[in-house]
């Protein structure tokens, strides 16, 4: 994966990919299990586990459970994830047994296209038959976001991504606000947060509709909002996220060395 | 009976124009080049099955083998786009693909349901999602113990199977090990079954997760050291990264593809 979008905020000495990177990391609690989706989410589980989380089980859709890869993996079959992995199931196993039953805390996910209520595409920008992107599709992701106790996302924040609109919803987030996932008999709790390269967002308690709860370093409110293709719900005091430190910083730079 | 054949005899032998035919592995042990020699053969009108179709798949559907695609996830891993589905889908090029499109789960459901010989897998799958509205193949099912309202996909049962494994032994048994996928799934699910091997082995050793596919339930052994490339064999290569990126390149352009194609089919008359 790319190492940044670009020059970090004028005066620090990381990138905003690096910025979102480690936000995300922090997002995990030591001792949770977690499915884990490739890229982003990858290795920000990785750094989480090397930072405050050394307990924390990472599970990957190719059938590896706790996983303690030396290397960030560079598919979700490569080796370095079976070969030191407590166990290797196979893949009807892996998404029956231990997602569908309800085995897994956290499901940690990235999208092309995320909504106002943090459902996720993966599928196709435009109409389904004549798309006007064919993009990837649902691989482990709409299990993962119904069925994971909770859900973190992490993705670049940009009006092409924040959309007011999707053309295809590929995993369920808070449907269409409060009471969706209770009437569909989702047992997972849906979206927690969104991280992005700019700020934190959280579905607010009543609507269920992501609202701006921090702002990395460096980035103003509207630079947010610009970046959100609808009229974008702001917390009442906006935090700002904590820099990363010298020590998440080597060991995130360390990580894509190795 | 699994026979000992060679790869163009193998293909010759059990996959035909209008077949579905499902090349499994999940990143690791994908049959790259049992993929390639259906190309060189020019098989036409085929469903291709298969969880995560891609470089293997790409190749193919560019070359014009396929008609249908039954999916979960069609990506280069970790690289991008599989350029090659995309213009067979926003383009025609070089031919519609019609295609069938689900989650891993239910995938991985149909698998387990075609190997069972049973007519559907349930699942509590694609939920509130847009899939249904597009897949024929998701339905729904009630538990007739408690009610509940399940999602309900069709047994995948391909007319042709097939997988890349690291061993055989004289007798046409297989073992494979480490990231073991669908395959064993896939191999029991299909009417044929095909296996490509690294190598023939007097005597099978006990490997961790290791996987043994009975020789009477495999139709034909084919002997191609890294038929797996630019997958992996766990303990006989390593996955060529490298390949993977480079393909960006040639699948972008139908130029370069044309290029690799011509190069390809050129192999098989030497």
């Known amino acids: ?258 | 009976m699994a026979e000992i054949l060679d790869l163009p005899e193998a293909i010759a032998r059990h996959v035909h124009d209008g077949d579905t035919v499902a090349l499994e592995g999940f990143t690791h042990l994908i049959p790259f080049a049992a993929g390639r020699e259906i190309i060189r053969q020019g098989r036409r009108d085929l469903t291709l099955v298969r969880m995560t179709p891609d470089v293997i798949y790409d190749q193919m559907i560019g070359a014009g083998c396929a008609r249908k695609l039954v999916f979960s996830w069609g990506g280069n891993p970790g690289v991008g786009s599989l350029h090659r589905m995309r213009d067979a889908v926003e383009n025609d090029w070089p031919a519609p693909l019609e295609l069938e499109e689900h989650s891993h789960a239910g995938m991985a459901e149909r698998w387990r349901a075609g190997a069972a010989g049973l007519p559907f897998g349930v699942l509590r799958g694609y939920v509130g999602t847009s899939l249904a509205e597009h897949t024929a193949t998701i339905a729904t099912v009630a538990c007739p113990f408690t009610g509940e309202v399940l999602t309900a996909v069709p047994a995948l049962q391909p007319d042709v199977g097939i997988i890349h494994a690291q061993q055989a032994d004289r007798d046409g048994n297989v073992m494979l090990w480490g990231i073991s996928g669908v395959q064993k799934e896939c191999v029991l699910a299909s009417t044929r079954a095909i296996v490509t091997v690294e190598e023939v082995v007097d005597e099978f050793e006990p490997h961790v997760n290791g996987v043994v596919l009975p020789a009477w339930v495999i139709d034909a052994v084919t002997v191609v050291p890294g038929g797996a490339h630019p997958s992996y064999a766990h303990d006989y290569s390593e996955r060529d990264n490298a390949a993977y990126e480079a393909w960006d390149e040639v699948g972008r352009d139908r130029e370069a593809f044309g290029r690799w194609l011509a190069d390809l089919m050129g192999a098989s008359v030497s």
């Open chain 1, 1 to 258: 994966m790319s190492r940044a979008r670009g020059p970090g905020r004028p005066g620090t000495e990381y990138t905003a990919d690096e910025m979102m990177t480690v936000a995300a990391a922090r997002a995990l609690t030591d001792g949770t299990v977690c499915f884990v989706g490739i890229g982003l989410p990858s290795t920000a589980a990785n750094l989480a586990r090397r930072m405050h989380a050394p307990s924390a089980v990472l599970i990957y859709e190719s059938g590896c459970i706790g996983s303690r890869p030396t290397r960030l993996p560079a598919s979700i079959g490569d080796g370095v994830l079976s070969e030191t992995a407590d166990a290797v199931v196979g893949v009807p196993e892996i998404f029956s047994y231990w997602l569908q039953a309800g085995r897994i805390d956290v499901g940690f996910l990235g999208a092309a296209q995320i909504d106002r209520h943090a459902n996720l595409n993966t599928t196709v920008v435009g109409s389904y038959e004549h798309p006007k992107v064919r993009l990837p599709g649902a691989g482990g992701a709409p299990e993962i976001a119904a069925s994971c106790g909770e859900v973190i996302v992490t993705l670049r924040h940009s009006r092409r991504a924040f959309v007011d609109r999707l053309d295809f919803i590929t995993s369920l987030g808070h449907g269409d606000g409060p009471g969706h996932r209770e009437r569909l008999g989702l047992r997972g709790r849906g979206p927690r947060v969104v991280i992005t390269d700019l700020g934190v967002l959280e579905p607010d308690a009543a609507t269920r509709e992501l609202t701006l709860v921090s702002l990395h370093p460096g980035v103003t409110e509207g630079d947010v909002r610009e970046a959100t293709g609808w009229d974008l719900a702001v917390a009442d005091e906006v935090a700002v996220t904590s820099p990363p430190t010298p020590e998440e910083l080597a060991l995130l730079r360390e990580l894509h060395a190795a």
